[in-house]
């Protein structure tokens, strides 16, 4: 059943559309009122249809601080987007391309959290550093290292099986001093 509403909905669909868009223009032209016109190159736009069939279109290049990296159709470019005062510009506004930015050095910005402005880079603890942090990371900082070998224990560092003998021992000594200490007060009671 699902199937068969599935198989009309595209056949629907293919008919509807193949009628609705009988486009005689070619992918690089678009469809002015009366002809199929050539589309504007990247870096310009337009500034009135082609007067022929399959023919160019008027267009001119963007203005200073504008681009348009596809070709179009369009009446104006785009703006440039402008580096914020805590970002830096990693490439320059073009007719075919956006300005480029990203977060100084120190900062940085992996997702929407920070889109007003850039986060400072986390510090690791000395040689702790997995990944240096850059412009869309912070630094990654190895958390096991620093909880195992806590630095600044130099006296008696103790590990794993040591322990246990060492927790056992004095588990044994103190309960035979105890049973000493029982067993003396019991003797001179006598
Ligand atoms: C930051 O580092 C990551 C991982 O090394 C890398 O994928 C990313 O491209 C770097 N970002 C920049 C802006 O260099």
Same mark, same amino acid.
């Given at each position: ?15 509807? &559309? ?14 002015? #009122? ?11 736009h337009l500034i009135k249809s082609c007067q022929r069939n399959h023919s160019e279109s008027e267009c001119v290049p ?20 402008? &580096?914020?005062?805590?970002?830096? #510009?990693?490439? #320059? ?10 977060c100084k050095q120190g900062t940085y910005c992996n997702s929407e959290n920070c889109v007003e402005k850039c986060l400072?880079?986390?510090? &690791?603890?000395?040689?702790?550093v997995i990944r240096q942090c850059n412009a869309t990371m912070d630094t990654l900082c190895d958390t096991f290292k ?45």
């Amino acid at each position: 059943m699902l199937v068969h509403l599935l198989l009309l909905w595209l056949l629907l669909r293919v008919t509807v &559309c193949n009628e609705s868009s009988p486009s005689p223009c070619g992918t690089d032209e678009f469809q002015s #009122e009366t002809f199929c016109c050539q589309l504007c190159p990247a870096g310009t736009h337009l500034i009135k249809s082609c007067q022929r069939n399959h023919s160019e279109s008027e267009c001119v290049p963007c203005e200073l601080e504008n681009f348009m990296n596809h070709h179009n159709r369009e009446s104006s470019c785009f703006r440039c987007s402008q &580096c914020r005062h805590d970002q830096e #510009e990693v490439s #320059e506004c073009s007719q075919t391309a956006n300005r480029k930015c990203q977060c100084k050095q120190g900062t940085y910005c992996n997702s929407e959290n920070c889109v007003e402005k850039c986060l400072p880079c986390s510090s &690791c603890p000395k040689d702790r550093v997995i990944r240096q942090c850059n412009a869309t990371m912070d630094t990654l900082c190895d958390t096991f290292k620093s909880d195992s070998g806590t630095p600044g224990c130099h006296c008696l560092c103790l590990s794993g099986p040591l322990t246990v003998i060492v927790v056992i021992a004095a588990v044994i000594i103190i309960i035979a001093a105890v049973i000493a200490v029982i067993w003396c007060v019991l003797k001179r009671g006598e």
